[in-house]
């Protein structure tokens, strides 16, 4: 019932104004852009997150160096290291 409704008020309203075709047109115009957009912008999101997952984060999976023995901590940044080491991996600061 609401659908016949909304079918008789078009044609009134296309008969009264003939130029809201035209109108329609447009809007129908601008919507399919603006879809275009929004599946564009999603395609280029979803890329970037590929992208993301693969190279980058990838980097920041590795483990962490096991330490055999004796360990000491940076007096910068308190992180465990080898007594052998001389440079703290995590700051890059000097721990002689």
């Known amino acids: 019932m609401q659908l016949a409704i909304l079918i008789v008020l078009i044609l009134i309203a296309v008969l009264i104004a003939p130029w809201l075709i035209g109108v329609a047109i447009a809007a129908a115009a601008v919507y399919g852009v603006y879809l275009v957009a929004a599946a564009a912008l999603a395609g280029v999101a979803f890329v970037v997150a590929v992208i993301w997952v ?10 962490p160096e096991e330490i055999h023995g004796e360990r ?13 080491a001389t440079h703290c991996k995590n700051c890059g600061q000097s721990c002689t």
């Open 54 to 63: 693969l190279f980058i984060d990838k980097g920041r999976k590795e483990k």
């Open 72 to 84: 000491k901590s940076c007096r910068h940044c308190q992180v465990e290291m080898a007594v052998s």
